[in-house]
T-cell receptor, first 113, second 119 residues
Framework: SQKIEQNSEALNIQEGKTATLTCNYT??????LQWYRQDPGRGPVFLLL?????KEKRKERLKVTFDTTLKQSLFHITASQPADSATYLC????????????FGTGTRLQVFP | GAVVSQHPSWVICKSGTSVKIECRSL??????MFWYRQFPKQSLMLMAT?????????EQGVEKDKFLINHASLTLSTLTVTSAHPEDSSFYIC???????????????FGPGTRLLVL
């Protein structure tokens, strides 16, 4: 079965720097990969989706890359702000191109002034 | 954007009682809704897929008789935890997909979650 690995250690960065989070998967290549933001005690909020035939996608200060050879996605937040502090979850289709998702455990990002 | 609500936002109940959680899509119709469970410091785990007008499909290891799902309309799905026990205490989250959207689209919208504590 598919497994997703995200760094369980919190990432602490200074305001204004670029935060880079990693998502690795171990099995089949997904049709798409999604990134979500989750605040404590809240449901996830969709941020970006990148498909298997896309290498990079951007949305405002966010950038996602997808390397199917490395089985890895990188999530970047440029010019980070304290308001970006949250847990960021990576999710893949549970089986190829289904709507069912499998989630990573997330990486906690802390941006300090 | 599309909004999904859940009710209640938190609930405390005694062991052995049943608890119903509602998931509503407020401004769109959803033919498919998903129910997840999240334990502290763990990932969201998909429990079941709820389709309007048909029986829910459950993930492996999820007891369908314990977690009853009803998707009676295009805007409402309910999850009932029957005979709840302390080990059922968790954060339950639903999500909804816009009706008519093809597979693999990014239109899965999550509710705010329901915190269940079983004493």
């Amino acid at each position: 079965s598919q497994k997703i690995e995200q760094n369980s250690e919190a990432l602490n960065i200074q305001e204004g720097k670029t935060a880079t989070l990693t998502c690795n998967y171990t099995n089949y290549s997904p049709a798409y990969l999604q990134w979500y933001r989750q605040d404590p005690g809240r449901g996830p909020v969709f941020l970006l989706l990148i498909r298997e035939n896309e290498k990079e996608k951007r949305k405002e200060r966010l950038k996602v890359t997808f390397d199917t050879t490395l089985k890895q996605s990188l999530f970047h937040i440029t010019a980070s702000q304290p308001a970006d502090s949250a847990t960021y979850l990576c999710a893949l289709d549970q089986s190829y191109n289904t709507d069912k998702l499998i989630f990573g455990t997330g990486t906690r990002l802390q941006v300090f002034p | 954007g599309a909004v999904v609500s859940q009710h209640p936002s938190w609930v405390i109940c005694k062991s052995g009682t049943s608890v119903k959680i509602e998931c509503r899509s407020l401004d769109f119709q959803a033919t498919t809704m998903f129910w997840y469970r999240q334990f502290p410091k763990q990932s969201l785990m998909l429990m079941a897929t709820s389709n309007e007008g048909s029986k829910a499909t459950y993930e492996q290891g999820v007891e369908k008789d314990k977690f009853l799902i009803n998707h009676a309309s295009l805007t409402l799905s309910t999850l009932t935890v029957t005979s709840a026990h302390p080990e059922d205490s968790s954060f339950y989250i639903c999500s909804a997909i816009l009706a008519g959207v093809a597979f693999g689209q990014e239109t899965q919208y999550f509710g705010p979650g329901t915190r269940l504590l079983v004493l």
